[in-house]
């Protein structure tokens, strides 16, 4: 039995999380979830966005599954995923990003995307010099840059894959992403049989719209990392498929890399795939990888037949139905 944090978080949150609870059920791994609010859904009852209690059961049992969570834009509130990220050291942010067959535009993409997850411009230094200017700053170092190129290679060593490529924008910040390129090319001599490159970051933009099949496993810094992945989904189906891994050395949380889409929260049509992935992934880490196969291929097997998807896959799915069928897939 093996006990697990679940954050049911907002808008849809809640919805897709039932959905994948269910559906990792019925593959017969025995989890103890222990669910803890955080998010708007508490904020309204203790001010607080994440109370105590969810840091506690984070502290006590160190794998976390984790519903979106709206994030107030002002009002000085910091987002909770990049608190998270910073306070456990969760530094590799890792996304897979594949085609599934009459799904997205494109057919055979099949990369992965290393985002750094702890500095950069989401390091949240943010000064206002006057009413008029903010500086926000920020912030690369080499211990962080050579950790996620890092766990990019291993990541490419243990699965086979040929290619890294490190994206950045070294050409007009010189030294920040000097620096990033810089570790990104002393990990990468360790790994001689692993092809690496670099492309820049806009330039990363146009090719993966244009051969999105060329890219095998992609390393990057914070902010190009989250808007490389968003897409990168585009590509395949949308944000209702990606999943995620926030992972640090005896830590991680996984979760959708889709936020709490309060367009469609409370109507029923949420597209619990991304959520329950991001649960595959977790069963991976748990060292459950047959159960993690065997959601991986219900789910695409369910999204190959077509039957009962989600409006945003172009169905007349509800996210009950589309979990009936992923569990009847199993
Ligand atoms: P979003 O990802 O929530 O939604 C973007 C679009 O994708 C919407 O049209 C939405 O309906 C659709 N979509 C997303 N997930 C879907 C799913 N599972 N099934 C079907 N359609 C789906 O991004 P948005 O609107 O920019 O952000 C909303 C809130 O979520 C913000 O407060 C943001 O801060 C937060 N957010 C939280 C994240 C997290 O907790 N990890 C990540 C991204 C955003
Ligand atoms: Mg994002």
């Known amino acids: 039995m093996y006990k697990v944090v679940l954050i049911p978080g907002d808008g849809i949150g809640p919805e897709v999380a039932e959905a994948t609870r269910k559906i990792i059920g019925a593959t017969g791994v025995e989890i103890d979830w222990l669910v803890v609010e955080a998010g708007a859904a508490v904020l309204h009852k203790t001010g607080e966005l994440i109370p105590r209690s969810v840091f506690d059961a984070i502290e006590a049992h160190r794998v976390v599954l984790k519903g979106p969570i709206t994030t107030p834009i002002g009002g000085g509130f910091k987002s909770i995923n990049v608190l998270l990220r910073q306070q456990y050291e969760l530094y590799a942010n890792m996304r897979p990003v594949i085609s599934y067959p009459e799904i997205g535009k494109y057919s055979e993409v099949d990369l992965v995307i290393f985002r750094e997850n702890t500095e950069d411009l989401y390091a949240g230094q943010e000064v206002r010099v006057s009413d008029d200017e903010v500086h926000g700053i920020k912030v690369i170092t080499r211990q962080a840059s050579e950790n996620i190129v890092r766990a990019a290679f291993e990541y490419s060593k243990q699965k086979k894959r040929q290619k890294v490529c490190a994206v950045h924008k070294a050409n007009i910040m010189k030294m920040a992403d000097g620096l990033f390129l810089e570790a990104s090319r002393s990990v990468a001599a360790d790994y001689p049989d692993i092809e690496y490159s670099e492309v820049i970051v806009d330039n990363m933009c146009m090719q993966l719209v244009m051969y999105p099949e060329k890219f095998d496993v992609i390393v990057t810094e914070n902010l190009y990392g989250d808007i490389l992945s968003d897409l990168a989904a585009g590509l395949v189906g949308g944000l209702g498929l990606i999943p995620s891994a926030n992972i640090g050395k005896d830590c991680a949380i996984f979760e959708a890399v889709h936020g709490s889409a309060p367009d469609i ?58 979990t009936e069928v992923v569990i009847d897939a199993l």
């Open 265 to 322: 929260a409370g109507k029923g049509t949420a597209n619990p795939i991304a959520l329950t992935l991001s649960a595959a992934m977790m069963l991976d880490y748990l060292g459950e990888t047959t159960a993690a196969s065997r959601v991986r291929t219900a789910v695409y097997q369910v999204l190959k037949a077509g039957i009962d998807l989600t409006p945003d896959l172009g169905g007349k799915g509800t996210t009950k139905k589309l």
